[in-house]
């Protein structure tokens, strides 16, 4: 790898404002380095090294729940831990390849499903008689809940983010 250029305590500091908010309080580590794993990528492909992106990211609160501040190494083996597959999505089938996550849909899905039936829709008079009694499977009944507002704000996108870093205009 190439030697990278030396950033100052402030352009580590710049780098840490544009990645707090991209970090809200609870998130889990791994999976916020496997979204962000472009961004991070992109950066060390830049002029960034992965210490001076670990300062920052330490900086700016992004951490284990130990507190523990970021080192090169650690951070570089965490970012690459992230993005290695889930367990269970790359199961093999007993005949072929592994499928792709698109196909393990697919296959899941392709189970027929029984026509739901409202609430309220079934009165007991088209039930026959002592329907209600048998310890026959009867359908759960489902009913629609209310859409719940957000709680937290938007997070920056990543194009905002990229132009910032690179010192362009966001997208429009």
């Not at 030697?3 to 991209?22: D, F, G, N, Q």
């Not at 090294?49 to 300062?55: E, L, Q, T, V």
């Not at 189970?111 to 026959?128: L, M, T, Y």
């Not at 489902?142 to 997208?171: C, H, N, Q, W």
Request: net charge positive; hydrophobic share 40%; proline share 10%.
């Amino acid at each position: 790898m190439s030697r990278k250029r030396i950033h100052t305590e402030a352009e580590i500091e710049s780098l840490a404002e544009m990645l707090r908010p991209l970090w809200r309080q609870g998130d889990v580590v791994r999976p916020w380095l496997r979204q962000h794993y472009g961004m991070l990528l992109e950066l060390v492909h830049g002029d960034w090294s992965w210490a001076a992106i670990a300062r920052a990211m330490t900086l700016a609160g992004i951490t284990y729940s130990t507190g523990k501040a970021w080192d090169a190494d650690w951070l570089q083996s965490e970012v690459y831990r992230a993005r290695r597959p889930l367990k269970g999505y790359q199961r093999k089938t007993a005949t072929g390849p592994p499928q792709s996550t698109a196909q393990q849909a697919e296959t899941a899905f392709a189970v027929p499903v029984p026509e739901a039936v409202p609430v309220g829709a079934r009165d007991s008079q088209s039930d026959p008689p002592g329907a209600s009694d048998s310890a026959e499977f009867q359908p759960a009944r489902f009913t629609a809940e209310p859409a719940r507002p957000l709680i937290r704000p938007p997070l920056s996108t990543y194009d905002e983010v990229m132009a910032r870093l690179l010192g362009k205009k966001s997208p429009p």
